[in-house]
């Protein structure tokens, strides 16, 4: 694998559709503000224009030694050498993407439920999850049922060891309680962006997880 689960950064930011900044300047605005760890999330693309997208992305979080993930698709994670492919419960099956991405590419999955905590546990081929909603958010169109910190608590022991970042609606002033209920790192978007802070709003998030206990890595 290219970099031990252990070790991935705390704050997975990610692209976002809706913004006046295209998903290429969200990415050098994350680079340029520090973040270490980018997913490209583009939904409803032609391949054509989310390959084109993706190889871009890429290649402006490898130019600032951020890892790149893609949401969603294997093939374009893949053609763009992305470091990996986040799929969620409507992708591609997670041994079959394993299959295809080989081992040495990192291979995230959703998980909103105990059965998809369980399966994710007995598939044995995810180096991470990302678990939620902890709260309402306007991101996904077909948002799970909240969570909220008990709910996400109660289903990392089903995990079988998997490092879980929490996704849904977080904000800074969430993680200390968040980084106690023992999850490795929490994945954000609008909050990123809001009021066009990208710098700042990326070092809240980075700085209250340091704050809330010393970091592995």
Request: proline share 6%; hydrophobic share 50%; glycine share 10%.
């Amino acid at each position: 694998m290219p970099l031990d689960p252990d070790h991935f950064p705390p704050v997975m930011a990610l692209t976002m559709g809706g913004l006046p900044l295209s998903h290429a300047d969200q990415a050098r605005a994350l680079a340029a503000a520090g973040a270490r760890w980018i997913q490209l999330r583009l939904k409803n693309a032609a391949p054509d224009a989310w390959l084109a997208t993706a190889r871009e992305v890429v290649a402006i979080g490898h130019d600032a030694g951020a890892l790149v993930t893609i949401n969603d698709s294997v093939d374009i994670a893949l053609a763009s050498d992305a470091d990996g492919v986040h799929l969620g419960s409507l992708d591609e099956a997670w041994i079959a993407a394993r299959a295809r991405l080989g081992p040495d590419k990192i291979l995230g999955g959703t998980v909103n439920h105990a059965d998809d905590a369980r399966r994710a546990a007995a598939s044995h081929v995810l180096d991470y999850v990302g678990i939620g909603p902890f709260r309402f958010t306007t991101t996904k169109q077909k948002l799970a049922p909240i969570l909220g910190l008990e709910g996400i608590a109660a289903l990392l022991p089903l995990l079988g060891g998997i490092p879980a970042w929490a996704i849904g609606g977080i904000q800074p002033a969430d993680l200390p309680a968040l980084r106690r209920s023992f999850l490795a790192g929490v994945a954000v978007s609008s909050s990123l962006y809001a009021n066009n802070q990208v710098t700042a709003n990326h070092a809240a998030f980075v700085t209250a997880w340091s704050a809330s206990g010393a970091h592995t890595s």
